[in-house]
């Protein structure tokens, strides 16, 4: 016997659960308006908040993070991440249109970045391209 997804029986869909980590309430508010349909989503306004989040809610199933923020950047907190959660996506969201920042993310172990301002369409790709 086939399986039925829930939606088609009409059971409830569960939403994957992303994070997003980004110090401009702005940024976090765009990315809820882009996302929040077809994601279930949590926030943090800074790489330490993030780690909480994270050790409180091992079902996230990716991240977008921002690469400058204050107390513990997005780039170290990306390392943080990559030693205890290497399976987890993230995608950098970054201001700067910096190749180096982008290459250096990636070589971290990013597996993506889209850079600010973003289109909703590119954030939606990216993030479905490395979440599936």
Do not use: W
Not at 19 to 27: A, F, H, R, T
Not at 48 to 73: T, V
Request: glycine share 6%.
């Amino acid at each position: 016997m086939r399986d039925i997804p829930a939606s088609a029986i009409g059971g409830p869909v569960m939403k994957k659960k992303i994070l997003i980590c980004d110090d401009e309430i702005g940024v976090r508010e765009s990315l809820k308006l882009i996302l929040s349909d077809k994601y279930d989503l949590l926030f943090a306004e800074d790489g330490k908040k993030a780690i909480d989040e994270i050790e409180r809610n091992p079902d996230l199933k990716g991240m977008l993070l921002d690469i400058k923020m204050p107390a513990l950047n997005g780039l170290e907190l990306l390392k943080h991440l990559k030693r205890h959660n290497k399976n987890m996506p993230i995608v950098v969201v970054t201001g700067y249109q910096s190749v180096e920042t982008a290459a250096e993310s990636l070589k971290i172990g990013a597996a993506n970045y889209i850079t600010k301002p973003f289109r909703s369409e590119t954030v939606i790709e990216t993030l479905e391209q490395a979440i599936s």
